[in-house]
């Protein structure tokens, strides 16, 4: 039986062309997640582990789409090999449990690992960066814009949190909330 996976780190991020790749592929049966690659415990990877037999081949897209690190693939494979399992890696091909095959999986782990570990490196120095600009802010991007909290705190002299909320559209505790900082800085 083939069995395919496929993973994205996020759930914005979309399966969509992994998938369609699988089943040309011609994967029977296809786990997918939305979950890092980081974390150990991803539940549709450790499913389709356990329902993987001798004779079976998993397909991936790429190595990295199973595989933490480089330590993580090497181990993967291997017990997958040694279980009986082939192992079709669709951008390098077919896993063969020779030297040859255990060198390029090592080799393209590692490559894979350095990659990851650039881009942690590129967000975090992109971050730093951020961090120095004038009224930067971390995290979500705010839903409502100065001017509009500025003319609900307005409305507030004249009319109760509940009206505001109704003409404005801004929820009480917002609302509360902006309140109590105006408050504080006066």
């Known amino acids: 039986m083939r069995y395919g996976y496929a993973r994205v780190s996020t759930v914005g991020q979309d399966l969509d062309d992994q998938l369609a790749r699988l089943k040309a592929e011609g994967c029977d049966v296809i786990y997918s997640e939305k979950i890092t690659g980081t974390r150990a415990d991803r539940p549709e990877f450790q499913r389709l582990l356990d329902a993987l037999q001798d004779g079976d081949t998993l397909t991936v897209t790429k190595l990295d ?18 279980r009986g399992v082939r192992v079709h890696i669709l951008n390098m091909g077919v896993v063969e449990d020779t030297p040859m095959g255990r060198l390029m999986v090592t080799m393209l782990s590692g490559f894979a690992e350095f990659e990851r570990d650039m881009i942690v490196e590129r967000m975090a120095e992109g971050k730093a960066i951020a961090r ?46 902006y309140r109590r900082k105006q408050k504080a800085q006066s």
Request: charged share 35%; hydrophobic share 35%; aromatic share 6%.
């Open 65 to 82: 789409r199973f595989a933490r690190n480089a330590e993580d693939a090497i181990h993967t494979i291997k017990a997958l090999l040694k």
């Open 132 to 177: 120095q600009r004038e009224g930067y802010r971390e995290g979500r991007p705010r839903k409502y814009t100065v001017a509009q909290i500025e003319h609900a705190m307005k409305l507030l002299d004249a009319h109760s949190y509940t009206e505001v909320e109704r003409m404005t559209g801004i929820s009480k505790p917002t609302l509360t909330r």
